[in-house]
């Protein structure tokens, strides 16, 4: 799965979550700059990118995550894509 995919998935997912959010999702956002993005919502977050994605997460894997980019990453290695 490119790049690419992996964030128009992961856009769709934001933009449904986090509604009052209009900025960019790219690799170096962030909960803070999020307003809505809090712990509920990060587990919310989480379980929607697992479903979207058919993957499953380790909690080790999702507590370091310092930034979206990260997460790309994470989902490229879970669906095999990722060097």
Known sequence: MTE???YAKLTEIVRTLFDEYEGPVNAGLTAKAVQQWDSLANVQLMVMVEQAFKIRFRVDEMTGL???GELVTLIQ??????S
């Not at 290695?77 to 990722?82: N, P």
């Open 4 to 6: 690419d995919i992996v």
């Open 66 to 68: 310092a930034n979206v």
């Open 77 to 82: 290695r879970k669906v095999g894509t990722h």
